[in-house]
Nanobody, 116 residues
């Protein structure tokens, strides 16, 4: 069983920065790709950023140049560094791991609110 624990959300002013963390435990050898999603009120959950086992990354157009996803393999943790935050970045952010055998595991979500 895989468990994900997210942290780092909070309230930040426009233009500010936050770093989200997602620590994984369980069948780590089965991990394939990590991703961050977000869901704003009344909207569908959307992919924000992803990082594959080999280190390749991809980002939603709306966050390119502002967000960075990176991984610490020793800690089994993935991070989302968010800079130049905008009110439209307000959402619940979820971490997801995809395993090599096709399963997806989600974290509990962490609230990010960008407001003055």
């Amino acid at each position: 069983q895989v468990q994900l624990v997210e942290s780092g959300g909070g309230l930040v002013q426009p233009g500010g920065s936050l770093r989200l963390s997602c620590a994984a435990s369980g069948s780590i050898s089965r991990f394939n790709a990590w991703a961050w999603y977000r869901q704003a009120p009344g909207k569908q959950r959307e992919l924000v950023a992803a990082i594959a086992t080999g280190g390749s990354t991809n980002y939603a157009d709306s966050v390119k140049g502002r967000f960075t996803i990176f991984r610490d393999n020793a800690k089994n943790t993935v991070y989302l560094q968010m800079s130049s935050l905008k009110p439209e970045d307000t959402a619940v952010y979820y971490c997801k791991i995809a395993t090599i055998d096709g399963y997806n595991y989600w974290g509990q979500g962490t609230q990010v609110t960008v407001s003055s």
